[in-house]
């Protein structure tokens, strides 16, 4: 029996392309491909940072392919950030003349009974020369530039998530975050998570799934706030250390058969570039302006830390193969790795852009590149 691992990697508005994925993943008649991977592609374990933390727990809590996909068709900005409370009129009219010319629209101010933005100690950026109060009354004391007050609501209302229902799923689900006081990556899971070697509990693990758990993923440092859990730390979007954790997806498999193979799809929402691919050249239209310098330099940044697991996944197949010609017993598991990721840079202002022409776009493109993966891996004979 085949474990599956879905990994979705974080990007914001850019998550539609999730969903596109996940539609494809979930069609019973794939053409082309072969017999084993007929029916739904229905992962054991899902592994989510930022964005994909509130993909995979909407998939890990059962949400079909149709109503994620209606969701992202149905998001607006508003659903997922405000202004915070204390920005005041100066700030909040620049912020919002930023936003029109980036985004296209303008926030609301969110409430202080919904915002999860803490009250800094004084106003920022300071006016030079003018009385703190002035600048109080101008910009006002916050610390970040959008508030996550709406996500959260709209998680537990419009997508429905639910803390009981995550965390009875049989699907495992892994979401990161970094621990803003460490710098240390942090695994919430669902389930008890031990070390593949010692059977110990992973030091980095937080038993448990909470809506709060999710927004900590999502929490990006500067435009949103940091999240403080129920257990009073506070977190960071988890992609700061790791966009794409594939160590935590091979300890929650410890106690199957090592001789079970594992697949594992790892969505991107960045183009997947090799070096020794043949079309790099033709792709290779280097950034005109700072805004696709600014996407090129994330999307990369972001990658990084998963091109080095890919090396160590790749490492651990050369072992298992030895093994088997050697007729040793099967200490490594085979994995087969399967990278589904969009042709084409994804502006870096989708990140906090969410309307229904975009993300339609951006399914469609989710959905087709899915297929190509699949066509390359899997096809029919």
Not at 26 to 48: L, R, S
Request: glycine share 8%; hydrophobic share 40%; net charge negative.
């Amino acid at each position: 029996m085949t474990i599956r691992v879905l990994v979705l990697s974080g990007g914001g508005g850019r998550g539609a392309f999730h969903a596109g994925v996940y539609k494809y993943l979930c069609q019973a008649q794939k053409v082309g491909i072969d017999d084993e991977h007929q029916g739904a592609w229905k992962p054991d374990i899902v592994v989510g940072t930022s964005i994909g933390a509130v993909n995979g727990a909407a998939i890990a809590q059962g949400i079909s392919a149709e109503s994620l996909e209606q969701f992202w068709l149905s998001l607006r900005e508003y659903d997922v950030q405000g202004l915070p409370p204390n920005m005041n009129p100066f700030a909040r009219t620049l912020m919002n003349w930023m936003l029109k010319r980036s985004i296209g629209v303008k926030l609301p101010q969110v409430q202080k009974g919904v915002s999860m933005s803490p009250t800094a100690e004084e106003s920022w950026p300071p006016i030079p020369g003018v009385p703190s109060w002035v600048a109080d009354r101008l910009i006002g004391r916050w610390s970040n530039l959008l508030d996550t007050g709406p996500l959260y609501q709209t998680l537990k209302h419009r997508l429905g998530l639910d803390e009981s229902k995550l965390n009875a799923s049989q699907t495992t689900l892994l979401i990161n975050a970094t621990n803003i006081r460490t710098g240390e990556g942090v695994i919430f899971c669902n389930h008890e998570l031990r070390q593949r070697e010692t059977g110990f509990l992973r030091p980095d693990m937080r038993h448990g799934i909470t809506l709060k758990r999710v927004l900590a993923s999502c929490s990006i440092p500067l435009v949103y706030p940091w999240t403080k859990d129920d257990d009073g730390e506070l977190y960071w979007d988890g992609a700061l250390v790791a966009n794409t954790p594939l160590g935590a997806a091979f300890d929650a498999v410890r106690d199957r058969p090592i001789d079970e193979p594992m697949e594992v799809v790892v969505v991107l929402l960045n183009p997947w570039w090799v070096s020794s691919d043949l079309e790099l050249p033709e792709r290779l239209d280097l950034p005109q302006d700072f805004t696709e310098a600014a996407t090129w330099a994330l999307d990369w940044t972001m990658l990084a830390s998963f091109r080095v697991s890919l090396k160590m996944l790749y490492a651990f197949n050369k072992m298992a193969k030895r093994e088997l010609e050697m007729g040793q017993t099967q200490s490594y598991r085979f994995v087969t790795p399967l990278m589904v990721a969009p042709k084409e840079f994804l502006p870096v202002t989708r990140i906090i852009d969410y309307d229904e022409p975009a993300s339609r776009q951006l399914i469609d493109v989710g959905y087709r590149s899915a297929e190509a993966a699949f066509m390359a891996a899997f096809k029919s004979n």
